[in-house]
């Protein structure tokens, strides 16, 4: 799911953590915030569509996919778009932007996946594995769901930034939560996320069987520069996302059919 990883201004640590991350409380106002703002119009959404690149007639799973920014990106570009999230008032956002277009369906990444073995090309999973202790079930499942040669393409926070955030700061190598409150709207919301080290997301990967390809810390769209002059340089010298592609290695005969 799409979200602003840095703490804004004004924004206090939760004193909740087991009540958080309810987006059915807040899903409209947080579908706003971050329709057209900084980190994720013009930083995350754009990474995550350079790394896909051309995904004309490509079968994509966008799990996580909120209130369906991405898979609006996607299915503009021609792919063959299916959304899943945890979140029922998020998917009715996402049914509102999507039409009939894109297929959409209330699942938890934690549980077994609705599809069959290799039904998709692609994976997207954006700003979305931070929000569990544990990849290796979840990750299990989205190389199931993919084909031979199919890839998934994630963001995660970025191991260090949100290491620099925890107060007192924990072992770096641990897996650890931490949380805080967000305020959309006049509306506070308590949030909680896992933090992982760099070495445990790449073994994550491996352990689950994919093959890692691409490893990313991109710049902001330059278009931003101009539209938010005042976070742009900050964002463009400290990186508040990590990017992956990992690859379902080809079959024993070579075939990504």
């Not at 919301?189 to 994550?204: E, G, N, Q, Y």
Request: include cysteine.
């Amino acid at each position: 799911m799409e979200r602003i990883t840095d703490v804004p201004e004004g924004l206090a640590r939760s004193a909740d953590p087991a009540q958080a991350n309810d987006y059915d409380s807040f899903a409209e106002a947080y579908s706003a915030e971050n329709e057209n703002n900084l980190v994720n119009a013009y930083y995350e959404r754009p990474a995550m569509l350079a790394l896909a690149g051309d995904v004309a007639g490509r079968r994509i799973l966008d799990a996580g996919c909120g209130s369906g920014s991405l898979s609006a990106a996607l299915r503009d570009r021609s792919a063959v778009v299916t959304g899943i999230d945890a979140s029922a008032g998020m998917l009715a956002l996402a049914r509102q932007r999507l039409g009939d277009d894109v297929a959409l369906h209330v699942v938890d990444l934690r549980d077994r996946l609705p599809f069959t073995d290799g039904a998709f090309d692609d994976v997207v999973a954006s700003l979305v594995l931070h929000y569990l202790e544990d990849w290796g079930p979840t990750l299990a499942e989205l190389r199931r769901v993919l084909r031979p040669g199919g890839r998934l393409i994630a963001s995660v926070d970025h191991p260090f930034v949100a290491y620099t955030i925890q107060e007192p700061q924990p072992d770096y190598f641990a897996t650890t939560s931490y949380s805080f409150d967000w305020t959309f709207a006049g509306q506070t919301v308590p949030m909680k996320f896992w933090r992982k080290s760099l070495h445990a997301m790449t073994d994550a990967f491996t352990a689950a069987g994919f093959r890692l390809s691409t490893i990313s810390e991109p710049q902001p769209d330059p278009a931003a520069r101009e539209l938010f002059p005042d976070d742009f340089h900050d964002l463009s010298t400290r990186p508040c996302f990590l990017f992956f592609v990992v690859e379902v290695p080809p079959s024993a005969a070579g075939s990504d059919d």
